[in-house]
Every structure is written in C-alpha cells, then in structure tokens.
C-alpha cells in the first residue's frame, strides 16, 4: 500500500515540480487528470498518446522522483442525453484507456455518467426513490436502455487494453453508492470495479469499512481515493444531508469535504487501511484534497502525514501465535 496524489490541487505549477513536492513530503504515487472535470494540466491526452517520445521523458521524469502511476482520471459524463457532450465525454473516456495502456497504467477513474430520465429528456435526472412509480420507471430505463449497454461495450474496450475501469460512487451519477456499483460490474465485468472514495458515503449514512468488504469480497476496488467528510448536525438536524447549499458558503451546509483526519479520527483511517488489507488491496492511497477550510498544500500535507501512520508498508508476516 503507498500514498497518492491526485494533482488538481497543484494545477498551478509544472508536473516537474509538482513531483519534487509530492516527493519531498514522501508521496509514492499520482493520478493525475487526462480530461473531464479534472482537466489534463499536468498530462495533456493529446500530447502524449500515440507519442512515444513523450511517452519516455514522462517515465523518465517520474523515474527522477521516484514516483508512479497510480490512475489516470477523467471524470464526466458519458451517458449524458445530450449527444454532443456525450460523445465528448466517451473519447476523452476511451482516449484515457488508449493512453493508459501504452504507459502501463492499468487503471483509468471515472463516474458511471447519468442519463435522463427518459429518452425525450434533454437532462440528466438523478433518481433517489421509487415512488411515484414513473420514477422506479425512469429508473430501469436508465439503467437497462442506456447504462448498461454502454458499460457492457466500454469494458469490452477496456479489456482489449488490459486496463481496469475504477468508478467513483458519486451522487448526481447513476452508481453513487456500492449495491449499484456491484449492479453494474454483475451486467458488465470484472473490468468495471470501484473508485473507492468513502467521502460521499460518509454523508449517506454507508459504513465505510464494512463497504470496502463487501466491495473486497467481490474483487471490485481498483483504485482508491482518501478524502474525508464531515456532518455538521447543526445543519442536518433540520435540512437532511441532501444539500443543495453551495460548496463555498461551508457555515450553512450540512456536510463538507474534508482533508483526511478532520471528518473521522485516525483510528478510523486506520480501521479503513485495515478493511483495505483484509480484502487484499494494495494499490494506492490516492490523495483527494477538496477542503476549502485549508489550502491545497496544507490539506496535503496534514493527510499524508496521518496517512503515513496508517498505510502498512510490509507484507504480512507468518501467524507464528498461531501455530
């Protein structure tokens, strides 16, 4: 298990000294963005792939570092019901794989997308109940009409690759939490796993580490992301934990993200490197830093101090008690 970084956070320098940073406060690892909402800062897509030349300063420069690989990451909207913006996100998507494949990155991050609610609709409509019954209607057309025939044809693409498709359970998307995502790996394959990133269960009330089991007893964690959240009861008590309040007016909503340690103690963090061994992952800890109560370098820092407690660094010795 190493520590990661996805760079977004430090989009405002070159990838060079970024890694000297990342380095420096002993980062094994990034993900950096190839497009989507992460953007490609660091890795532009259109400059590396099919390039090899590129291809071995990059190696060379991570080489220089010390660093690896983990995923590149692009995150959008593949199914969306508007057909430009679709097919946008399914080459950035494809793309992303392609060059994956040719740097010997076996994992590319990514959401499920979200469709509409029907095939007239021109917005995505994120479904969180069955009734009234349109919407358990709605729902099964998302999933049997659009989603699962894309995902069965994605994984295909991916496997012709050999790389894996790590999904963020993230709300507004289809697969937000992990009973959808094992719905999905179940009708597609062993390509389409998860993205784990516990900071938007947290606010679902999901327990995280008996989530990273359940995902772990099914092979479905191909990639991780450490990011916290907390739940300010203040707010939650009277308007729920599905908060429309903007990120940025943090004293009136009801949850936040949060650098690792400032949602859930580290005893936690490490109740979760636990779960994490115990279903034999041993990728990595790929930073996430979205706290606007810090800044980008701070939050960094302070996680990966905390998670250098944490991670487990060796392999497991023999059970010499037990024999």
Request: glycine content about 8%; proline content about 6%; charged content about 30%.
């Given at each position: 298990?190493?520590?990661?970084?996805h760079?977004?956070?430090?989009?405002?320098?070159?990838l060079?000294d970024?890694?000297?940073?990342?380095?420096?406060?002993?980062?094994?690892?990034?993900?950096?963005?190839?497009g989507?909402?992460?953007g490609?800062?660091?890795?532009?897509?259109?400059?590396?792939?099919?390039?090899?030349?590129?291809?071995?300063?990059?190696?060379?420069?991570l080489?220089?570092h010390?660093?690896?690989?983990s995923?590149?990451?692009?995150?959008?909207?593949?199914?969306?019901p508007?057909?430009?913006?679709?097919?946008?996100?399914?080459t950035?998507l494809?793309?992303?794989?392609?060059?994956?494949?040719?740097?010997?990155?076996?994992?590319?991050t990514?959401?499920?997308?979200?469709?509409?609610?029907?095939?007239?609709d021109?917005?995505?409509?994120?479904?969180?109940?069955?009734?009234?019954?349109?919407h358990?209607?709605?729902?099964e057309?998302?999933?049997?009409?659009?989603?699962?025939?894309?995902?069965?044809?994605?994984?295909?693409?991916?496997?012709?690759?050999?790389?894996?498709?790590?999904?963020?359970?993230?709300?507004n998307?289809?697969?937000?939490?992990?009973?959808?995502?094992?719905?999905?790996?179940?009708?597609t394959?062993?390509?389409?796993g998860?993205?784990?990133?516990p900071?938007?269960?947290?606010?679902?009330?999901?327990?995280?580490?008996?989530?990273?089991?359940?995902l772990?007893?099914?092979d479905?964690?191909?990639?991780?992301?450490a990011?916290?959240?907390?739940?300010?009861e203040?707010q939650?008590r009277y308007k729920?934990?599905l908060?429309?309040?903007?990120?940025?007016?943090?004293?009136?909503?009801?949850?936040?993200?949060?650098?690792?340690?400032?949602?859930h103690?580290?005893?936690?963090w490490?109740?979760?490197?636990?779960a994490?061994?115990?279903?034999?992952?041993?990728g990595?800890?790929?930073?996430e830093?979205?706290?606007?109560?810090t800044s980008?370098?701070?939050?960094?820092?302070?996680a990966?101090?905390?998670l250098?407690?944490a991670?487990?660094?060796?392999?497991p010795?023999?059970?010499?008690?037990?024999?």
């Open positions: 298990m190493d520590i990661g970084v760079t977004p956070p430090l989009y405002g320098e070159s060079e970024a890694l000297e940073y990342l380095n420096d406060i002993g980062v094994d690892a990034i993900e950096p963005g190839v989507g909402f992460p490609d800062t660091h890795l532009p897509r259109d400059e590396y792939l099919d390039d090899e030349d590129a291809q071995a300063e990059l190696h060379d420069l080489a220089e010390d660093m690896r690989i995923a590149l990451a692009t995150h959008n909207n593949p199914i969306h508007d057909d430009e913006t679709a097919e946008e996100a399914d950035e494809r793309e992303a794989i392609e060059l994956a494949d040719q740097l010997d990155v076996g994992t590319v990514c959401f499920s997308g979200l469709p509409a609610g029907g095939p007239n021109e917005y995505p409509n994120w479904i969180t109940a069955p009734w009234p019954t349109e358990a209607e709605a729902l057309y998302q999933w049997e009409d659009v989603a699962i025939p894309y995902w069965q044809e994605l994984e295909a693409f991916a496997d012709d690759h050999d790389v894996d498709l790590a999904i963020e359970m993230h709300p998307m289809l697969v937000h939490e992990p009973a959808g995502m094992l719905e999905l790996r179940q009708a394959g062993e390509r389409v998860a993205n784990f990133d900071s938007h269960l947290y606010w679902q009330g999901i327990d995280v580490p008996e989530a990273i089991r359940l772990g007893e099914h479905a964690i191909h990639h991780f992301h990011k916290d959240t907390k739940v300010y203040s939650a729920g934990v908060d429309t309040t903007p990120y940025t007016d943090e004293a009136d909503r009801s949850w936040l993200f949060r650098s690792v340690g400032y949602g103690g580290e005893g936690h490490k109740d979760i490197v636990s994490l061994r115990l279903v034999e992952y041993d990595a800890l790929s930073i830093h979205e706290d606007s109560l980008s370098r701070e939050g960094l820092e302070k990966v101090e905390l250098q407690r991670v487990f660094r060796t392999t010795g023999d059970a010499y008690w037990a024999e």
